[in-house]
């Protein structure tokens, strides 16, 4: 079977570093994506890792290691804005993204 | 248009309607997908289209949910007799890259609520 698990809430300090972490099983595996969803909107992109390694856009960076089946989004200097639902989605051979329930996080100043 | 435009944005059925839920990707956008989102959930794939051929449909969960595409751009999700296990946002995602997720634009969704 297919399954993804990611922590279902946390909760960080305006100003710190948080990293959300994603494990996953699928058949098949082509990528790694995080996505950012804020109450009542829609999904949008904040990475794709392919390859094994740390990505870094800006505040934000993701971690892939294909071997062991891990993903981690790090969040650094949080905003308040940032308080959102992050999903981990695993792009699987067949053309789909397999996503995760989702990490509630909340930034409390 | 500049994103992916659903609607409607909210739909309330009763229990037995049939529903019809419309997704405008960008503009030459190859690939659609259909994915259903229950509350406090992730999405889940209901069906892809690259053009106007519906190449999976693994994910629709029974024979009242039904997709197309015809013309190869606006597509329809229509669900019949709905039942209140229907309730969720239905989201759109368009893609300018065939057989990729990369480049993902979803839409805000269409919430519907069956009674």
């Known amino acids: 079977g297919q399954n993804i698990d990611q922590p279902t809430e946390m909760t960080a300090t305006e100003g710190a570093i948080v990293q959300i972490n994603c494990t996953y099983q699928t058949s098949g595996f082509n990528g790694l994506f995080w996505y950012q969803q804020h109450a009542g909107e829609a999904p949008t992109f904040l990475s794709y890792n392919v390859l094994d390694g740390l990505e870094e856009k800006g505040r934000f960076s993701s971690f892939l290691s294909r071997s062991k089946g891990y993903s981690y989004l790090l969040l650094k200097e949080l905003q308040m804005k940032d308080s959102a639902s992050y999903l981990c989605a695993a792009e699987t051979g067949a053309n789909n993204l397999f996503f995760g329930t989702g990490t509630r996080l909340t930034v409390i100043p | 248009g500049a994103g992916v435009s659903q609607s409607p944005r909210y739909k309330v059925a009763k229990r037995g309607q049939d529903v019809a839920l419309r997704c405008d990707p960008i503009s030459g956008h190859v690939s659609l997908f259909w994915y259903q989102q229950a509350l406090g959930q992730g999405p889940e794939f209901l069906t892809y289209?690259?053009?106007?051929?519906?190449?999976?449909k693994s994910g629709l969960p029974s024979d009242r949910f039904f997709a197309e595409r015809p013309e190869g751009s606006v597509s329809t999700l229509k669900i019949q007799r709905t039942q209140q296990e229907d309730s969720a946002v239905y989201l759109c995602?368009?893609?300018?890259?065939?057989?990729?997720?990369?480049?993902?634009?979803f839409g805000s969704g269409t919430r519907l609520t069956v009674v």
């Open positions: 995602a368009s893609s300018s890259r065939t057989g990729s997720n990369y480049g993902y634009t």
């Open positions: 289209f690259q053009n106007e051929a519906q190449l999976d």
